[in-house]
């Protein structure tokens, strides 16, 4: 009673409102009853905690406190749950006092479950608030001296410090401000006994525009440094130009040093921990003079320590630097500059790493760059080609160089190309069949072979993306921008039907310069070549390849066996009248036929007027027993060799130019000689794609 009746009286007196009093279970001290529930909730003023002291426990008890149980929260976080039948020492001794936090609030809650065995009497709990000592809290953030009050606490320093701005941190007077002394002393607080904690000082320097100043620092320094190098406590020197430093260690800047600037801060600060010396300088004043280095990445000539006053030097800007002139980059890396009475370099222009740019690639995305590219000096790229259908012809990795030209690892400033890849199919047809009733082609087995439609029936190898080559004689009375071809298919049936055949367009028919046009009475299909340029570039596939042209000029083997592959007609059977008749096939056919002796070759087959045709040099003319090109496969590839898995890359060796009519079965067609026309096909190619 005399312990209530003394808190009652201190509450009278307090300037807040303190909080006090008992909590119990619903029915106490009597019994609670199934379901019964209670909740409750006191908060504290700044500076001060709540607090309850459980006098008497009495509930169910169970696992885990599952039936009947009270529970209290600190902030809403659960500290404590209590069941079963406590005594009051033992309370005193495992569970109170349960407290909020600072400025917190305290919850408690009660629950029974629908049956006991037998009747509990409950809980009861004193709450009251009291003043949370901060001084006892490591975090209190008090540097030196705490001191606490009811509600609050205050921090204070030992002699010589006082508290900086958040009223936490002890720290020292040692902001000076010395401008106008032209000589003086400036060291650590403390010097030279152990530096303060927690400093942040800063000395002003400043004299008239035509001096600068100069430090001397005794060799007695000691700013506390880590193990690994890094500045604990640091001392840094800002000047008009730039900051220097930090320094620390037991290492002194050099002496004399010279600032070049008559303007000078010098920064010193140190955390709360250590016991190091500090630093000590004296300062002084000399005439301005120029610094040695004019600006980064450059040497000056000649080369001295200092420069006065009227002195000029040549900058010569480092290899791979180049001049800044009004925010631009210049071709030059020298310049004459001149010192001024001011310390200051006139004309000063930055040095600046060569700035290569990024290199002019197609805009049709084939050739690209890898990763992100950096274009200055030194800088490297790297190329590749964005589809497995083309291969980098070239150097793949450059290099910025001084020059400011891209130089690959080899040498080379051409950049590389991407080129397709001829000649490989990724399906092999077998190694058998016949053209007049030959083998059906399945897609992709000769994904070079481009279909012509209109206005002449015939064919077309495709060479690479943008091109073409075929017969003379298919396309000789054809518009430039009027011819269509169809890739990636083996029936012609569905050329307009299908979406996965590649249409496309003329823009430039190219007929051989020598090839002679419109002869009724045609004798010769000498130079019957003619290349195609497509309006658009066509996505190669694995069913759109191109054929590969000819390297090097051959020497022909008799009976070498090649394939040649066409639209055009075919022998076909007619049960019903019991004989063959030609007609021109829907589906792609192949049939793999040997070049024949020259001597075969040149008994040409007569013409409707009994007259011979022609054999030249330009030509070759192959064939085989039952097997041959026909009318309508005009243009049409003949390549070596013969197509067979593991036997790629494949040449186109010759194209579809005439022979003797089907019906007679000489099994002999006549092909223009490829080889004959490489050098013409890649002059005329390159002077159109440059024009």
Request: charged share 20%; glycine share 8%.
């Amino acid at each position: 009673m005399l312990r209530l009746s003394l808190l009652l009286l201190l509450l009278s007196h307090s300037a807040y409102p303190m909080l006090l009093g008992w909590v119990e279970s619903p029915g106490y001290p009597n019994g609670y009853l199934p379901h019964a529930s209670l909740n409750w909730s006191r908060c504290a003023p700044k500076g001060h905690t709540v607090s309850i002291r459980f006098i008497h426990l009495d509930l169910e008890d169970s696992e885990d406190c599952e039936n009947d149980a009270v529970k209290v929260y600190s902030n809403g976080n659960l500290i404590s749950v209590l069941c079963g039948k406590k005594e009051f020492e033992e309370l005193q001794s495992s569970v109170n006092p349960l407290h909020s936090s600072p400025g917190g609030c305290l919850s408690l809650s009660f629950h029974s479950d629908f049956s006991n065995t037998k009747r509990h009497t409950g809980f009861r709990g004193f709450y009251t608030s009291q003043d949370f000592d901060e001084c006892d809290d490591p975090d209190n953030g008090c540097t030196q001296f705490c001191h606490n009050f009811i509600g609050g606490y205050h921090c204070s320093c030992r002699h010589g410090y006082h508290l900086d701005a958040d009223k936490q941190t002890c720290t020292v007077s040692c902001t000076e401000d010395l401008s106008g002394l032209k000589r003086g002393d400036i060291s650590s607080p403390s010097w030279p006994a152990s530096y303060a904690e927690n400093a942040n000082c800063q000395h002003i320097l400043s004299v008239e525009a035509h001096l600068q100043l100069e430090l001397h620092f005794s060799e007695d320094f000691d700013v506390e440094q880590s193990p690994d190098g890094q500045c604990i406590d640091a001392l840094t020197i800002e000047t008009l130009s730039g900051t220097l430093g930090p320094f620390c260690g037991h290492t002194p800047p050099p002496s004399p040093f010279l600032t070049h600037s008559n303007h000078v801060q010098i920064h010193f600060i140190s955390d709360g921990f250590g016991t190091n010396k500090g630093f000590s300088l004296h300062f002084k004043t000399r005439d301005k003079v120029c610094p040695a280095v004019v600006t980064p990445h450059s040497t000056v000539t000649p080369q001295q320590p200092e420069y006065s006053q009227g002195e000029t030097v040549t900058v010569t800007c480092d290899l791979g630097y180049v001049m800044n002139s009004q925010g631009t980059q210049t071709l030059s890396s020298e310049y004459v500059t001149t010192c001024r009475g001011t310390g200051i370099w006139t004309p000063t222009y930055m040095c600046e790493p060569v700035d290569c740019g990024f290199p002019g690639i197609p805009e049709d995305g084939i050739l690209q760059l890898v990763g992100s590219a950096h274009t200055q000096y030194k800088d490297q790229i790297q190329f590749n080609c964005s589809s497995k259908y083309y291969t980098l012809e070239g150097d793949d990795t450059f290099t910025c160089s001084a020059s400011g030209e891209w130089v690959s690892d080899g040498g080379k400033t051409e950049l590389p190309k991407c080129t397709e890849v001829c000649g490989k199919p990724e399906k092999h047809p077998a190694s058998t069949g016949r053209i007049l009733g030959g083998k059906n082609a399945k897609l992709g087995e000769i994904p070079w072979h481009l279909l012509i439609k209109e206005p002449r029936r015939g064919g077309a190898s495709l060479i690479n993306d943008r091109w073409a080559v075929t017969a003379a004689h298919v396309v000789e009375d054809v518009e430039e921008t009027s011819l269509r071809l169809y890739g990636g298919l083996i029936d012609g049936r569905t050329a307009d039907r299908l979406s996965d055949v590649v249409v496309v367009d003329s823009e430039r028919i190219i007929i051989h310069p020598d090839y002679v046009k419109g002869i009724e009475d045609r004798t010769s299909f000498d130079n019957d070549i003619a290349l195609i340029r497509f309006s658009t570039r066509v996505n190669l596939g694995p069913n759109l390849i191109p054929i590969c042209l000819p390297e090097v000029k051959r020497s022909w083997v008799e009976n070498e066996l090649g394939t040649v592959s066409g639209w055009g007609k075919t022998e076909v059977q007619i049960k019903k009248e019991d004989a063959t008749r030609f007609v021109t096939s829907a589906q792609l056919k192949y049939a793999h036929i040997g070049v024949k002796p020259l001597s075969e070759c040149e008994d040409t087959p007569l013409t409707s007027t009994k007259k011979r045709m022609l054999f030249t040099n330009n030509m070759f003319c192959a064939g085989a027993d039952g097997k041959d090109s026909c009318q309508k496969d005009s243009g049409g590839p003949f390549v070596l060799p013969m197509l067979a898995e593991g036997r790629e890359p494949y040449y186109l060796t010759g194209i579809v130019s005439w022979g003797p009519p089907c019906e007679e079965r000489q099994y002999k067609g006549y092909y223009t000689k490829v080889e004959n026309y490489v050098d013409w096909i890649k002059k005329t190619i390159d002077t159109i794609e440059k024009s």
